[in-house]
Protein backbone atom coordinates (compact mmCIF):
# COMPACT_ATOMS: atom_id res chain seq x y z
CA UNK A 1 0.00 0.00 0.00
CA UNK A 2 2.32 2.43 -1.43
CA UNK A 3 1.64 6.11 -1.83
CA UNK A 4 3.45 8.08 -5.22
CA UNK A 5 4.44 11.31 -4.11
CA UNK A 6 3.91 14.03 -6.62
CA UNK A 7 5.94 16.96 -4.76
CA UNK A 8 3.93 19.60 -3.56
CA UNK A 9 5.43 20.83 -0.49
CA UNK A 10 3.37 23.29 2.09
CA UNK A 11 4.59 24.32 5.21
CA UNK A 12 2.10 26.32 7.35
CA UNK A 13 2.76 28.19 10.29
CA UNK A 14 5.61 25.89 11.52
CA UNK A 15 7.67 26.47 14.52
CA UNK A 16 9.88 23.79 15.60
CA UNK A 17 12.41 23.70 18.44
CA UNK A 18 15.33 21.61 18.75
CA UNK A 19 14.51 18.96 21.86
CA UNK A 20 18.19 19.19 23.22
CA UNK A 21 19.41 22.71 22.33
CA UNK A 22 15.96 24.55 23.37
CA UNK A 23 16.73 26.36 20.11
CA UNK A 24 13.59 27.70 17.98
CA UNK A 25 14.86 26.77 14.46
CA UNK A 26 12.03 27.55 12.61
CA UNK A 27 9.24 30.43 13.69
CA UNK A 28 5.65 30.80 12.08
CA UNK A 29 7.53 29.36 8.58
CA UNK A 30 4.74 29.41 5.89
CA UNK A 31 5.40 28.42 2.13
CA UNK A 32 4.38 26.88 -0.67
CA UNK A 33 6.28 25.10 -3.40
CA UNK A 34 3.93 23.63 -6.39
CA UNK A 35 5.14 20.05 -8.01
CA UNK A 36 7.85 21.23 -10.56
CA UNK A 37 8.91 24.15 -9.05
CA UNK A 38 12.29 25.26 -7.58
CA UNK A 39 12.56 27.44 -4.53
CA UNK A 40 15.65 29.01 -3.24
CA UNK A 41 16.44 29.61 0.36
CA UNK A 42 18.66 31.95 1.36
CA UNK A 43 19.74 33.10 4.58
CA UNK A 44 23.00 33.37 7.03
CA UNK A 45 24.36 30.83 8.78
CA UNK A 46 21.97 29.42 11.60
CA UNK A 47 19.16 30.67 9.97
CA UNK A 48 16.77 27.52 9.66
CA UNK A 49 17.68 26.45 6.02
CA UNK A 50 18.80 23.11 7.01
CA UNK A 51 16.03 22.87 9.76
CA UNK A 52 13.65 22.87 6.57
CA UNK A 53 14.92 20.52 4.70
CA UNK A 54 15.40 17.94 7.99
CA UNK A 55 11.35 18.60 8.12
CA UNK A 56 10.90 17.54 4.69
CA UNK A 57 12.73 14.32 5.16
CA UNK A 58 10.82 13.87 8.21
CA UNK A 59 14.04 13.86 10.84
CA UNK A 60 11.81 15.33 13.30
CA UNK A 61 7.55 15.70 13.68
CA UNK A 62 6.51 19.16 14.06
CA UNK A 63 4.29 20.01 17.03
CA UNK A 64 3.31 23.73 16.05
CA UNK A 65 2.31 24.26 12.36
CA UNK A 66 1.60 21.67 9.68
CA UNK A 67 3.53 20.08 6.98
CA UNK A 68 1.85 19.04 4.06
CA UNK A 69 2.79 17.13 0.87
CA UNK A 70 0.69 17.17 -1.94
CA UNK A 71 -1.96 18.42 0.57
CA UNK A 72 -1.60 15.18 2.75
CA UNK A 73 -0.51 15.58 6.46
CA UNK A 74 3.08 14.42 6.24
CA UNK A 75 3.14 12.44 8.81
CA UNK A 76 0.21 10.37 7.28
CA UNK A 77 2.61 9.01 4.66
CA UNK A 78 4.69 6.06 4.67
CA UNK A 79 7.91 7.28 5.74
CA UNK A 80 9.65 4.55 3.49
CA UNK A 81 7.78 6.01 0.14
CA UNK A 82 8.22 9.83 1.91
CA UNK A 83 11.99 9.33 1.78
CA UNK A 84 11.81 7.40 -1.69
CA UNK A 85 10.56 10.19 -3.31
CA UNK A 86 13.52 12.55 -2.13
CA UNK A 87 16.84 13.20 -3.45
CA UNK A 88 18.69 14.65 -0.73
CA UNK A 89 22.41 16.40 -1.29
CA UNK A 90 23.35 17.05 2.32
CA UNK A 91 25.75 19.72 2.60
CA UNK A 92 28.82 17.61 3.68
CA UNK A 93 28.97 15.21 1.19
CA UNK A 94 29.06 11.30 2.95
CA UNK A 95 30.91 9.19 0.42
CA UNK A 96 32.20 5.73 1.09
CA UNK A 97 35.51 3.87 1.17
CA UNK A 98 34.69 2.26 -2.44
CA UNK A 99 34.91 3.08 -6.51
CA UNK A 100 33.55 6.55 -7.30
CA UNK A 101 31.27 4.49 -9.29
CA UNK A 102 29.40 2.75 -6.60
CA UNK A 103 29.47 6.03 -4.95
CA UNK A 104 27.26 7.11 -7.51
CA UNK A 105 25.28 4.16 -7.63
CA UNK A 106 24.00 4.46 -4.06
CA UNK A 107 21.09 6.25 -5.32
CA UNK A 108 20.21 3.50 -7.54
CA UNK A 109 21.95 0.31 -7.46
CA UNK A 110 20.82 -1.66 -10.44
CA UNK A 111 21.79 2.06 -12.81
CA UNK A 112 24.02 1.06 -15.26
CA UNK A 113 27.34 2.72 -16.88
CA UNK A 114 25.78 4.56 -19.17
CA UNK A 115 23.42 6.20 -16.33
CA UNK A 116 26.34 6.89 -14.06
CA UNK A 117 28.03 8.71 -16.77
CA UNK A 118 25.48 10.87 -17.42
CA UNK A 119 24.61 11.92 -14.35
CA UNK A 120 28.60 12.40 -13.46
CA UNK A 121 28.43 15.14 -16.79
CA UNK A 122 25.39 17.05 -15.25
CA UNK A 123 26.94 17.24 -11.99
CA UNK A 124 30.18 18.61 -13.89
CA UNK A 125 32.53 15.78 -12.40
CA UNK A 126 33.07 13.50 -14.93
CA UNK A 127 35.92 15.60 -16.68
CA UNK A 128 37.87 15.09 -12.83
CA UNK A 129 36.97 11.51 -13.01
CA UNK A 130 38.06 10.97 -15.90
CA UNK A 131 41.42 12.50 -15.18
CA UNK A 132 42.28 9.46 -12.48
CA UNK A 133 43.94 6.45 -13.76
CA UNK A 134 41.47 4.31 -12.76
CA UNK A 135 38.20 6.28 -13.25
CA UNK A 136 35.26 5.51 -12.47
CA UNK A 137 36.87 2.70 -10.43
CA UNK A 138 38.71 4.97 -8.77
CA UNK A 139 38.91 4.25 -5.06
CA UNK A 140 38.20 6.52 -2.93
CA UNK A 141 38.74 7.21 0.99
CA UNK A 142 40.90 4.95 3.74
CA UNK A 143 42.52 2.51 0.80
CA UNK A 144 42.44 5.47 -1.77
CA UNK A 145 42.05 8.43 -3.09
CA UNK A 146 41.20 11.81 -1.42
CA UNK A 147 38.46 14.28 -3.30
CA UNK A 148 38.53 17.68 -2.99
CA UNK A 149 35.47 19.53 -1.34
CA UNK A 150 33.70 20.84 -4.87
CA UNK A 151 34.73 17.31 -6.01
CA UNK A 152 32.86 15.52 -3.30
CA UNK A 153 29.76 17.73 -3.57
CA UNK A 154 29.56 17.21 -7.11
CA UNK A 155 29.65 13.08 -6.74
CA UNK A 156 26.83 14.06 -4.05
CA UNK A 157 24.31 15.46 -6.43
CA UNK A 158 25.11 13.23 -9.11
CA UNK A 159 24.20 10.48 -6.48
CA UNK A 160 21.12 12.61 -6.03
CA UNK A 161 20.43 12.86 -9.59
CA UNK A 162 20.96 9.15 -10.45
CA UNK A 163 17.76 8.07 -7.95
CA UNK A 164 16.24 10.86 -9.88
CA UNK A 165 13.51 11.15 -7.46
CA UNK A 166 10.18 13.34 -7.72
CA UNK A 167 11.59 16.06 -5.36
CA UNK A 168 15.63 16.85 -5.11
CA UNK A 169 16.60 19.03 -2.08
CA UNK A 170 20.01 20.63 -2.33
CA UNK A 171 21.61 21.81 1.22
CA UNK A 172 24.23 24.40 0.33
CA UNK A 173 25.48 21.70 -1.68
CA UNK A 174 27.72 24.08 -4.76
CA UNK A 175 29.48 26.16 -1.46
CA UNK A 176 32.85 24.81 -2.22
CA UNK A 177 33.13 24.71 -6.11
CA UNK A 178 33.92 27.58 -8.27
CA UNK A 179 31.15 30.27 -9.74
CA UNK A 180 31.49 28.96 -12.91
CA UNK A 181 31.22 25.70 -12.17
CA UNK A 182 28.39 26.70 -10.02
CA UNK A 183 26.72 28.46 -12.84
CA UNK A 184 26.89 25.19 -15.29
CA UNK A 185 25.71 22.69 -12.92
CA UNK A 186 22.75 25.32 -11.88
CA UNK A 187 22.18 25.13 -16.05
CA UNK A 188 22.59 21.41 -15.63
CA UNK A 189 19.82 21.64 -12.98
CA UNK A 190 18.06 23.77 -14.44
CA UNK A 191 16.80 21.15 -17.34
CA UNK A 192 16.77 17.89 -14.69
CA UNK A 193 14.26 19.80 -12.66
CA UNK A 194 12.24 20.63 -14.70
CA UNK A 195 9.43 18.46 -13.56
CA UNK A 196 10.51 18.49 -10.09
CA UNK A 197 9.83 19.98 -6.79
CA UNK A 198 13.31 21.20 -6.14
CA UNK A 199 14.59 23.34 -2.67
CA UNK A 200 18.04 25.14 -3.23
CA UNK A 201 19.38 26.35 0.16
CA UNK A 202 22.13 28.59 0.20
CA UNK A 203 23.63 31.43 1.69
CA UNK A 204 25.00 32.88 -2.10
CA UNK A 205 22.35 34.74 -4.05
CA UNK A 206 23.86 33.23 -7.30
CA UNK A 207 22.59 29.57 -6.59
CA UNK A 208 18.79 31.20 -6.61
CA UNK A 209 19.44 32.65 -10.32
CA UNK A 210 16.80 29.95 -11.63
CA UNK A 211 14.38 29.98 -8.90
CA UNK A 212 10.76 30.43 -9.44
CA UNK A 213 10.52 31.72 -6.21
CA UNK A 214 12.87 32.78 -3.02
CA UNK A 215 12.31 33.01 0.42
CA UNK A 216 15.14 34.66 2.31
CA UNK A 217 15.10 33.83 6.14
CA UNK A 218 16.72 34.99 9.68
CA UNK A 219 16.57 33.90 12.93
CA UNK A 220 14.19 30.96 11.74
CA UNK A 221 11.65 33.54 10.27
CA UNK A 222 10.78 34.29 6.83
CA UNK A 223 11.81 37.86 6.18
CA UNK A 224 10.70 37.99 2.68
CA UNK A 225 9.17 36.07 -0.05
CA UNK A 226 8.90 36.14 -3.63
CA UNK A 227 10.13 35.76 -7.27
CA UNK A 228 13.63 37.31 -8.45
CA UNK A 229 11.67 40.09 -9.98
CA UNK A 230 10.20 40.87 -6.84
CA UNK A 231 12.50 41.23 -4.49
P1 LIG B 1 24.00 26.76 7.93
O1 LIG B 1 23.94 27.65 6.73
O2 LIG B 1 25.16 27.07 8.81
O3 LIG B 1 23.85 25.32 7.62
P2 LIG B 1 21.19 26.87 8.57
O4 LIG B 1 20.56 28.12 8.09
O5 LIG B 1 21.03 25.66 7.75
O6 LIG B 1 22.74 27.14 8.83
P3 LIG B 1 20.16 25.29 10.74
O7 LIG B 1 21.18 24.24 10.58
O8 LIG B 1 18.77 25.00 10.31
O9 LIG B 1 20.64 26.65 10.03
O10 LIG B 1 20.17 25.74 12.27
C1 LIG B 1 19.20 26.60 12.85
C2 LIG B 1 19.41 26.64 14.35
O11 LIG B 1 19.09 25.36 14.91
C3 LIG B 1 20.84 26.93 14.77
O12 LIG B 1 20.80 27.79 15.88
C4 LIG B 1 21.41 25.58 15.13
O13 LIG B 1 22.37 25.69 16.14
C5 LIG B 1 20.19 24.81 15.61
N1 LIG B 1 20.30 23.38 15.26
C6 LIG B 1 20.51 22.89 14.03
N2 LIG B 1 20.52 21.54 14.02
C7 LIG B 1 20.33 21.16 15.30
C8 LIG B 1 20.24 19.87 15.95
N3 LIG B 1 20.34 18.73 15.27
N4 LIG B 1 20.03 19.87 17.27
C9 LIG B 1 19.92 21.02 17.96
N5 LIG B 1 19.99 22.26 17.44
C10 LIG B 1 20.20 22.34 16.10
Redesign the pocket.
Known amino acids: NHTTVLGQIAFENVTFT????N????KNVSFTVNKGETLA?L????????????LISR??DVEEGRITVDGEEIEAINLYDLRNSIGFVP?DAFLFSDSIKNNIKFGKEDADDDEVITVAKKAVVHNNIIGFNKQYETILGERGITLSGGQKQRVSIARAMIKDAPILLL??CLSAVDTETEEAILNNLLEFCKDKTTII?S?RVSSAKNADKILI?ED?EILQQGTHNQL
Do not use: N, P, W
Open positions: YDDTITALIGRTGSGKSTILSLYQDDVHIG
